[in-house]
């Protein structure tokens, strides 16, 4: 090995040409290793690749390459969740075509992914918006459709008067419209919807089972499907004397039911509120129009929870009352009030100050008052009060007659089960009922770029599936994005076909699915993008689902994974998932990749590439390069273009490699948590590259060219490297195994110390074949120690080491655990209370040879500054202390 410089810019495009030719990455269906499928969380073709993209496609590369190296048939593919807005956005901004976009997008992409050296089988890449891809997801639909799984209902929706579309309840903020700003309107759509709510218990039990999952995901899932165990209670009207109107409602009706979990608190209601949209809120409003404002305003506040729960509690009182299911003569008044949904329970609720904190708000707001009826262990009955803190904790019952002294569990079931015997009108009082927060998914989007939804309209006819045989529904090429709206809906033809029902002409469903949908089963086509004729293929599911490591970002802890499952699920009764009941084994949230940010005068963002820094002591300042005027350095935050801290992975690639910018994300923190990019640690990584380049010099230089025999016997010198060989392997290995990616990376920079270390103590003439043969083991080791992380200088350091074939297609090594036995020891050293080093040393000195030993240490002698020892202080097994 000659060269003093490994060259990563000539390297690394040569040996992705080698692996690319060789197909080496490609992997067929009926291969008969045993399987392991990982995937990354597909990306949106935004444009470029950012450095979140690189943490994250490099974490599933080093598995991948690890489990290939372990013998396993490894399925790791790519693709584009290609459909969605942005794209539609920026053809209206460029005149151009959402496909055209896209498609570039997906070029430039699918380019710097190839230039990261990742092990990706990309004979499989499917992008949701090609028809190859879409048409198999429109029969998807088709068949949850004739199960029952797929809907139609008319349901209220935000709309937004300016982008013309449906937003989802996060989207509104503060009644107006994410975007555009606009106010949001409630629109009364018919939409179609998938039945996720009839899998939720499945869903939450599911969430047993999946002990390779943040326990953090799985907790976000069982909050969102939120089962509660509940009752429903009627409360009878009573007819109202006050006034006129509400008179009138309570002729028409007779009671409200609301939903409680807690009917234990019973004794303490002091109101019953519902909905702006529950039909009695409508019945009142009638004939009183300072209700139907006070309606007309809780609809613009909109739905959403996060407004919900920050929006004062407003209520109006319709003058109604009721009867406490208890006692006759209790009246308890009817409010409409903001903080009750419509779509949850029944859409009323009574309301018990004293134990729910919305409750106790909006009591205290209109002088309601409270009554606690639980009392905490460690408060006294008879003082026990609540002001404005609600107690939603354990006790025992008070102030609640026949409850009174038990326990909540006790005191809800004495509730229930009297309740149920109790009658109002003929049916029992009360029912229970679980109920789940999930809702059922509203999948129509009033938007082009998506998938169409394979449906017919025909006046005769009404819903009509299109034929099987009839799809794909292909999107029209030629549409516009002059106009707001949706663009399939004005074409000039599209929309109108014969029915295939009764030929008479009818349209097509123009609203498109939400782009969820696609990248709900995206990882089923992967294991058999070839099939043309069907979703799936019911082997290849059999044999490669469920992808045993699924890795990609915390944002989708809800929504996606829930949709993924939920598909899992659906598919299944549909026969297109075999037996799969999870689609992911295993998941890993990585966390992101964050960066100083910087101001100049004016405030404004600067961009680091922009920047030169000076350091003095600790102080570290930064200039603009062209101008040299100073810019404030600020806190560390997520790389974002708005903050213009990002890092183009492009610029990176090109001056240091791609082994330098994969190596250096996984460096530093615990891959779940964010890591810093910094100049100088992208620097540092980039010397480990050459270092790693020299010491595999360094050692096969120590080997000799010929490959000896296994001696027999190893002095301490051979001894001593084997032994750091084999250390650092299995270490390494379960690491990697534990996805404890830093770790891995620590173990290999200690190895090439202990390795250059070794190799600078031996004395040439002390070179015996137990040496050479340490030596070349050693280098082997090492390459396939990193190779995971640093493809191409493994293969480069592997050639010049002439050994022979790929390094990607090596085995992982075997490690001798015998020769790891620990006969050492590593002790802090402190001088003066203050560690100021580690000392390894066997397990068998005597403390006169640690006491020396400790003393010699450079470190000591450099904290001593001269200073005479006055004593040193061992501690068996645990610590030095020097004393001077
Ligand atoms: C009386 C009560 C007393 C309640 C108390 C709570 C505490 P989960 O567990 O999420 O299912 N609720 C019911 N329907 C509602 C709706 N449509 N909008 C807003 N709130 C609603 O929550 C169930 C509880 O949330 C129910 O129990 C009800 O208030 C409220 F000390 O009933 B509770
Ligand atoms: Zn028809």
Request: hydrophobic share 40%; glycine share 6%; charged share 25%.
């Given at each position: 090995?000659?060269?003093?410089?490994?060259?990563?810019?000539?390297?690394?495009?040569?040996?992705?040409?080698?692996?690319?030719?060789?197909?080496?990455?490609?992997?067929?269906?009926?291969?008969?290793?045993?399987?392991?499928?990982?995937?990354?969380?597909?990306?949106?073709?935004?444009?470029?690749?950012?450095?979140?993209?690189?943490?994250?496609?490099?974490?599933?590369?080093?598995?991948?390459?690890?489990?290939?190296?372990?013998?396993?048939?490894?399925?790791?593919?790519?693709?584009?969740?290609?459909?969605?807005?942005?794209?539609?956005?920026?053809?209206?901004?460029?005149?151009?075509?959402?496909?055209?976009?896209?498609?570039?997008?997906?070029?430039?992409?699918?380019?710097?992914?190839?230039?990261?050296?990742?092990?990706?089988?990309?004979?499989?890449?499917?992008?949701?918006?090609?028809?190859?891809?879409?048409?198999?997801?429109?029969?998807?639909?088709?068949?949850?459709?004739?199960?029952?799984?797929?809907?139609?209902?008319?349901?209220?929706?935000?709309?937004?008067?300016?982008?013309?579309?449906?937003?989802?309840?996060?989207?509104?903020?503060?009644?107006?419209?994410?975007?555009?700003?606009?106010?949001?309107?409630?629109?009364?759509?018919?939409?179609?919807?998938?039945?996720?709510?009839?899998?939720?218990?499945?869903?939450?039990?599911?969430?047993?089972?999946?002990?390779?999952?943040?326990?953090?995901?799985?907790?976000?899932?069982?909050?969102?499907?939120?089962?509660?165990?509940?009752?429903?209670?009627?409360?009878?009207?009573?007819?109202?004397?006050?006034?006129?109107?509400?008179?009138?409602?309570?002729?028409?009706?007779?009671?409200?039911?609301?939903?409680?979990?807690?009917?234990?608190?019973?004794?303490?209601?002091?109101?019953?509120?519902?909905?702006?949209?529950?039909?009695?809120?409508?019945?009142?409003?009638?004939?009183?129009?300072?209700?139907?404002?006070?309606?007309?305003?809780?609809?613009?506040?909109?739905?959403?929870?996060?407004?919900?729960?920050?929006?004062?509690?407003?209520?109006?009182?319709?003058?109604?009352?009721?009867?406490?299911?208890?006692?006759?003569?209790?009246?308890?008044?009817?409010?409409?009030?903001?903080?009750?949904?419509?779509?949850?329970?029944?859409?009323?609720?009574?309301?018990?100050?004293?134990?729910?904190?919305?409750?106790?708000?909006?009591?205290?707001?209109?002088?309601?008052?409270?009554?606690?009826?639980?009392?905490?262990?460690?408060?006294?009955?008879?003082?026990?009060?609540?002001?404005?803190?609600?107690?939603?904790?354990?006790?025992?019952?008070?102030?609640?007659?026949?409850?009174?002294?038990?326990?909540?569990?006790?005191?809800?079931?004495?509730?229930?089960?009297?309740?149920?015997?109790?009658?109002?009108?003929?049916?029992?009082?009360?029912?229970?009922?679980?109920?789940?927060?999930?809702?059922?998914?509203?999948?129509?989007?009033?938007?082009?770029?998506?998938?169409?939804?394979?449906?017919?309209?025909?006046?005769?006819?009404?819903?009509?599936?299109?034929?099987?045989?009839?799809?794909?529904?292909?999107?029209?090429?030629?549409?516009?994005?002059?106009?707001?709206?949706?663009?399939?809906?004005?074409?000039?033809?599209?929309?109108?076909?014969?029915?295939?029902?009764?030929?008479?002409?009818?349209?097509?469903?123009?609203?498109?699915?939400?782009?969820?949908?696609?990248?709900?089963?995206?990882?089923?086509?992967?294991?058999?993008?070839?099939?043309?004729?069907?979703?799936?293929?019911?082997?290849?599911?059999?044999?490669?689902?469920?992808?045993?490591?699924?890795?990609?970002?915390?944002?989708?802890?809800?929504?996606?994974?829930?949709?993924?499952?939920?598909?899992?699920?659906?598919?299944?009764?549909?026969?297109?998932?075999?037996?799969?009941?999870?689609?992911?084994?295993?998941?890993?949230?990585?966390?992101?990749?964050?960066?100083?940010?910087?101001?100049?005068?004016?405030?404004?963002?600067?961009?680091?590439?922009?920047?030169?820094?000076?350091?003095?002591?600790?102080?570290?300042?930064?200039?603009?390069?062209?101008?040299?005027?100073?810019?404030?350095?600020?806190?560390?935050?997520?790389?974002?273009?708005?903050?213009?801290?990002?890092?183009?992975?492009?610029?990176?690639?090109?001056?240091?490699?791609?082994?330098?910018?994969?190596?250096?994300?996984?460096?530093?923190?615990?891959?779940?948590?964010?890591?810093?990019?910094?100049?100088?640690?992208?620097?540092?990584?980039?010397?480990?590259?050459?270092?790693?380049?020299?010491?595999?010099g360094e050692l096969m230089q120590a080997a000799g060219s010929e490959e000896p025999a296994e001696p027999a016997v190893f002095g301490p010198a051979a001894s001593a490297i084997r032994k750091a060989s084999h250390g650092a392997l299995i270490k390494v290995e379960s690491d990697i195994e534990r996805l404890h990616f830093n770790t891995a990376i620590a173990t290999i920079h200690d190895l090439a110390n202990k390795l250059s270390a070794s190799i600078g103590a031996i004395e040439s003439e002390e070179i015996g074949a137990d040496v050479r043969f340490a030596c070349r083991e050693a280098a082997s080791i090492l390459i396939r120690l990193f190779a995971p992380m640093m493809p191409h200088l493994a293969e480069e350091c592997w050639a010049a080491a002439s050994f022979a074939g790929l390094a990607a297609q090596m085995p992982w090594p075997d490690a001798d655990p015998s020769l790891v036995v620990e006969d050492e020891m590593t002790l802090p050293v402190q001088v003066n209370g203050r560690k100021r080093a580690d000392l390894t040393i066997a397990r068998e000195?005597?403390?006169?040879?640690?006491?020396?030993?400790?003393?010699?240490?450079?470190?000591?002698?450099?904290?001593?500054?001269?200073?005479?020892?006055?004593?040193?202080?061992?501690?068996?097994?645990?610590?030095?202390?020097?004393?001077?």
């Amino acid at each position: 090995m000659d060269q003093e410089r490994y060259n990563a810019r000539e390297a690394e495009p040569k040996w992705q040409k080698i692996w690319e030719d060789a197909a080496l990455f490609q992997t067929g269906n009926g291969d008969s290793r045993p399987k392991y499928y990982v995937l990354e969380m597909f990306p949106y073709p935004s444009g470029r690749i950012h450095m979140g993209h690189v943490r994250n496609y490099t974490m599933g590369d080093v598995i991948a390459r690890y489990k290939r190296a372990k013998g396993f048939g490894v399925l790791h593919p790519m693709g584009w969740d290609a459909f969605g807005m942005p794209a539609e956005n920026a053809a209206m901004q460029n005149k151009s075509h959402p496909a055209e976009w896209t498609y570039a997008n997906i070029a430039t992409m699918r380019a710097q992914l190839k230039s990261m050296g990742l092990s990706l089988d990309w004979s499989r890449e499917i992008a949701t918006c090609d028809v190859a891809y879409y048409r198999h997801e429109q029969r998807l639909f088709l068949d949850l459709l004739d199960h029952g799984f797929a809907y139609r209902k008319q349901s209220k929706v935000n709309w937004d008067p300016v982008d013309c579309t449906v937003l989802a309840n996060e989207q509104v903020i503060d009644g107006r419209g994410w975007r555009s700003g606009a106010l949001v309107e409630q629109r009364e759509l018919t939409q179609w919807f998938l039945k996720i709510g009839a899998f939720a218990d499945d869903l939450l039990s599911g969430l047993d089972t999946l002990t390779r999952w943040p326990e953090k995901v799985r907790l976000m899932q069982a909050n969102w499907i939120g089962r509660s165990e509940g009752l429903l209670v009627r409360f009878a009207l009573a007819p109202v004397q006050t006034s006129q109107e509400s008179d009138s409602v309570s002729d028409a009706v007779s009671e409200v039911e609301v939903y409680t979990t807690r009917p234990d608190t019973l004794f303490g209601a002091k109101f019953i509120a519902i909905a702006a949209d529950h039909p009695l809120a409508a019945a009142c409003a009638e004939n009183n129009p300072e209700l139907a404002d006070f309606i007309a305003e809780c609809r613009r506040m909109g739905t959403s929870v996060a407004v919900l729960e920050t929006a004062e509690k407003k209520g109006y009182d319709t003058g109604l009352r009721v009867h406490h299911p208890f006692d006759e003569n209790w009246l308890l008044p009817v409010y409409v009030a903001n903080f009750v949904l419509m779509d949850y329970g029944t859409g009323a609720i009574f309301g018990c100050p004293a134990h729910d904190q919305r409750d106790l708000d909006f009591a205290n707001a209109y002088g309601l008052g409270n009554q606690p009826v639980v009392c905490p262990p460690d408060q006294d009955p008879a003082t026990f009060v609540i002001t404005d803190k609600a107690y939603d904790g354990d006790g025992t019952l008070i102030h609640s007659r026949f409850l009174d002294g038990m326990t909540i569990p006790a005191a809800k079931e004495a509730v229930a089960k009297r309740l149920e015997e109790q009658t109002l009108g003929n049916a029992p009082q009360a029912q229970r009922k679980i109920n789940f927060r999930l809702r059922d998914w509203g999948i129509s989007r009033q938007r082009y770029w998506g998938c169409p939804i394979p449906i017919i309209h025909c006046e005769d006819c009404g819903i009509v599936p299109v034929p099987r045989a009839d799809l794909p529904v292909v999107l029209p090429k030629d549409v516009s994005f002059d106009e707001p709206g949706n663009p399939l809906d004005r074409h000039p033809t599209w929309k109108y076909v014969a029915c295939p029902q009764c030929g008479k002409a009818a349209r097509r469903e123009t609203d498109t699915m939400d782009t969820f949908v696609d990248s709900s089963w995206y990882f089923t086509r992967f294991t058999d993008p070839w099939n043309a004729g069907d979703p799936t293929t019911p082997e290849a599911i059999a044999h490669w689902l469920p992808v045993d490591q699924y890795i990609g970002g915390i944002e989708h802890a809800i929504l996606h994974l829930l949709y993924a499952r939920f598909f899992t699920r659906a598919m299944q009764a549909t026969g297109q998932m075999g037996e799969v009941r999870e689609p992911f084994a295993g998941l890993f949230t990585q966390g992101m990749v964050v960066h100083e940010t910087y101001r100049d005068k004016a405030g404004a963002w600067v961009n680091p590439g922009q920047l030169r820094f000076e350091t003095q002591g600790n102080e570290r300042r930064a200039f603009l390069l062209d101008s040299g005027e100073e810019v404030a350095i600020g806190p560390i935050e997520k790389m974002s273009k708005s903050k213009r801290n990002t890092v183009d992975p492009d610029e990176i690639i090109s001056t240091y490699g791609a082994d330098t910018a994969r190596w250096f994300v996984l460096t530093g923190s615990p891959p779940e948590r964010d890591v810093i990019w910094t100049e100088e640690g992208v620097q540092g990584a980039s010397k480990f590259v050459q270092r790693l380049w020299r010491l595999v010099g360094e050692l096969m230089q120590a080997a000799g060219s010929e490959e000896p025999a296994e001696p027999a016997v190893f002095g301490p010198a051979a001894s001593a490297i084997r032994k750091a060989s084999h250390g650092a392997l299995i270490k390494v290995e379960s690491d990697i195994e534990r996805l404890h990616f830093n770790t891995a990376i620590a173990t290999i920079h200690d190895l090439a110390n202990k390795l250059s270390a070794s190799i600078g103590a031996i004395e040439s003439e002390e070179i015996g074949a137990d040496v050479r043969f340490a030596c070349r083991e050693a280098a082997s080791i090492l390459i396939r120690l990193f190779a995971p992380m640093m493809p191409h200088l493994a293969e480069e350091c592997w050639a010049a080491a002439s050994f022979a074939g790929l390094a990607a297609q090596m085995p992982w090594p075997d490690a001798d655990p015998s020769l790891v036995v620990e006969d050492e020891m590593t002790l802090p050293v402190q001088v003066n209370g203050r560690k100021r080093a580690d000392l390894t040393i066997a397990r068998e000195a005597s403390e006169a040879e640690i006491q020396a030993a400790a003393a010699a240490l450079e470190a000591v002698q450099k904290a001593l500054e001269g200073k005479p020892v006055k004593k040193i202080i061992v501690v068996p097994r645990r610590i030095v202390n020097v004393v001077a």
